[in-house]
């Protein structure tokens, strides 16, 4: 009798803790499928201090960088599509000269800078450029430098390059100084 009251206990035991660990596991992995499918959703119930539960408190934590960094990818694929569309849509053929460009950036964005702009006067520009280092601000940077060569063959038809770029200078160094950025530009610009 001492025996299977034994045995009887043991088994109630085992079904005990088969249980309590088999439900958090169960919760761990179903949780770890949906994050490896993209999903970050579902949190893992955490009920114990132990082990288990770190584990659970740890997944819980990665799912939250996770969102983090999709949020922050999702940005910088904006950043990147804005900073592709300022740059020229197609080649310039001026006097039997055809003038293209492309730039391809290592990061999301990129202080690489080329245009080739036709005022509303019927001036033809090509500037050419690059921020010093990579990545947003170098990106922002160089919208600055596109934004304001842009609004200045403009606003001032028959201004030359010498004077484009001293007022360029003045509006990014401004700008900059604002920023407490040590970032810089190289940039020529020349009016056909």
Request: net charge positive.
């Amino acid at each position: 009798i001492s025996a299977l009251i034994f045995i009887g206990v043991g088994i109630c035991l085992t079904i005990l803790v088969s249980r309590n660990l088999s439900i958090p596991f169960r919760d761990i992995i179903q949780t770890l499928r949906r994050i490896r499918k993209g999903r970050f959703d579902k949190r893992v119930q955490v009920f114990s201090n132990d082990e288990i539960g770190y584990t659970g408190d740890a997944i819980n934590e990665m799912t939250k960088g996770l969102i983090e960094r999709e949020k922050m990818q999702l940005s910088l694929n904006l950043a990147k599509e804005v900073q592709q569309n300022l740059l020229p849509k197609s080649d310039l053929k001026v006097n039997g000269f055809d003038i293209a460009g492309k730039s391809v950036y290592c990061d999301e964005t990129g202080g690489d800078y080329y245009d080739i702009i036709e005022t509303q006067s019927g001036e033809k520009w090509i500037a050419v450029g690059d921020v010093s280092g990579h990545g947003v601000e170098s990106g922002l940077i160089m919208m600055m430098t596109q934004t304001s060569i842009f609004s200045m063959v403009n606003a001032n038809p028959g201004i030359g390059p010498s004077r484009l770029l001293d007022h360029v200078n003045y509006v990014i160094r401004t700008n900059l100084s604002r920023m407490s950025s040590h970032r810089y530009i190289t940039i020529t610009a020349v009016r056909l």
